[in-house]
């Protein structure tokens, strides 16, 4: 069954909104854990609006299953990833004031870049991963950088899945994530994905990609506990995985 991690940036922004420390989100790590999720991801960024370095920090010791810290390899980044040694970094080229992940790398362009950064990640002992959009020819990129994984971009999919309701299907779209997604494996990398990944299109996108080891869900999923509880959210998710 392809893992489930849980991003819980989202209830960082909560807790900010606020001040104090509601939600606790140390006892959130440990409630996803307790209600299935196969690991917990955080996307720390410089103006640390939602998770602070110091959340990072307070994790490691908590997390019992797979941590994940995605996010633009800054120095400050590198530092602290470096220092927390989580069991996962995932690459995303971030500018420092982007709302949201919105695009993968160039890993053409930005090799060499890419190659200094996993190499130090990796002799920390830390897999790899690294943010891609569903384009074939970037994948060699990835890994002649030293990647071990890549994380497919699903921002385009999820939209172009919710078109289709109403639209012709963009089946040339889904074709290039099936074709990196093929490429990858044939390579010897394996296959995360995330972005806007929810309970309307996981399942098709899970049947259609047969490679998919893991997904990062956030703002869907969190967005469904306030209507559904948090239990009950994760459990259906991970219902949608199973092969």
Not at 58 to 70: C, G
Not at 101 to 125: E, H, M, P
């Amino acid at each position: 069954m392809t893992k489930l991690s849980v991003n819980i940036n989202k209830f960082a922004t909560l807790r900010n909104a606020r001040g104090g420390n509601l939600p606790d989100l140390l006892q959130v790590a440990k409630d996803c854990e307790r209600f299935g999720a196969d690991g917990i991801t955080v996307h720390p960024r410089p103006d640390e609006r939602h998770i602070r370095f110091q959340d990072v920090r307070d994790l490691k010791p908590i997390v019992t299953t797979e941590f994940n810290i995605e996010g633009y390899p800054s120095k400050d980044f590198m530092d602290l990833v470096l220092a927390v040694k989580p069991h996962q970094c995932t690459l995303v080229p971030d500018p420092p004031g982007a709302i949201t992940s919105n695009t993968g790398w160039d890993t053409v362009q930005y090799q060499s870049f890419l190659k200094d950064v996993i190499s130090s990640l990796k002799k920390a002992g830390i897999r790899v991963s690294v943010f891609l959009n569903p384009d074939i020819s970037k994948v060699e990129g990835a890994k002649s950088a030293g990647a071990d994984r890549i994380e497919l971009y699903t921002g385009p999919y999820a939209e172009e899945y919710t078109k289709s309701r109403t639209q012709p299907q963009n089946f040339r779209l889904f074709n290039d994530y099936k074709n990196t997604a093929k490429e990858a494996s044939a390579i010897g990398l394996e296959l995360n994905a995330g972005h806007d990944l929810n309970l309307d299109n996981l399942r098709f996108f899970k049947l259609h990609i047969p490679q998919l080891k893991e997904v990062s869900i956030g703002h869907a999923l969190v967005a469904d506990a306030i209507y559904l509880g948090l239990e009950n959210t994760i459990q259906l998710y991970k219902r949608l995985l199973i092969d």
